[in-house]
């Protein structure tokens, strides 16, 4: 069965210090792979995604993930962290082969302490 | 490109009363449509999913009576909360999925807060 573990449920850290955020997966075949950010009482906002080729990639507010297959991971990373970067964080994985349904992880709260 | 609205942002009710919420797929054409439910502090969980001209399917556990989903044209679905009791209230988000390259992702709306009284 597919599911999404991210095993933080909280983290903290110095405004200026690096973060990286864990995301596990269980799927089947190749998985489309996304990190989203929420902010309070705020809708979803894509960070970054993965669908194939180059395992590392770059998305917004200078963030990026690694896909590593041999390990199911794609770990949300930034050198840098913000006070602005607070919010909750979310992993999904895309399951193709049911209809586009995503599979979301529990979360990780991102607290940023000055 | 890619946006999803929804309508309203935020609407309180009292009980026993039906409430509806739009999602609407504003620059692309949504073939199927998803609608989560959020409560505070928690993951998002799938509700249903509803393909174009077709009924929802909705996830083990949701009641298909409570909340109705219409999803009559590529651009607008909507989910109806039909008699609203307050363990209702919660914040309920949409997204939409496409065509072609699009159909690997699914765009969010900004969410709902319902509250039920």
């Known amino acids: 069965a597919q599911s999404v573990t991210q095993p933080d449920i909280h983290i903290t850290v110095s405004e200026g210090a690096s973060l990286e955020l864990r995301c596990n997966y269980s799927?089947?075949?190749?998985?489309?792979l996304f990190w989203y950010v929420q902010s309070p009482g705020q809708g979803l906002q894509l960070l970054l995604k993965y669908f194939s080729g180059d395992t590392l990639v770059q998305g917004i507010k200078g963030f990026e993930a690694e896909f590593k297959r041999s390990q199911s991971s794609f770990n949300l990373r930034k050198p840098s962290v913000h006070w602005s970067d607070a919010a909750e964080y979310f992993c999904a994985v895309g399951a193709m082969g049911t209809g586009n349904q995503f599979y979301f992880g529990t979360g990780t709260s991102l607290t940023v302490i000055p | 490109g890619a946006v999803v609205s929804q309508h309203p942002s935020r609407v309180i009710c009292k009980s026993g009363t039906s409430v509806k919420i739009e999602c609407r797929s504003l620059d692309f054409q949504a073939t199927t449509m998803f609608w989560y439910r959020q409560f505070p502090k928690q993951s998002l969980m799938l509700m249903a999913t509803s393909n174009e001209g077709s009924k929802a399917t909705y996830e083990q556990g949701v009641e298909k009576d409570k909340f109705l989903i219409n999803h009559a044209s590529l651009t607008l679905s909507t989910l109806t909360v039909t008699s609203a009791h307050p363990e209702d209230s919660s914040f309920y988000i949409c997204s939409a999925s496409g065509t072609g390259s699009g159909t690997k992702e699914q765009y969010f709306g900004p969410g709902t807060r319902l509250t039920v009284t």
């Open positions: 799927y089947g075949a190749t998985p489309y």
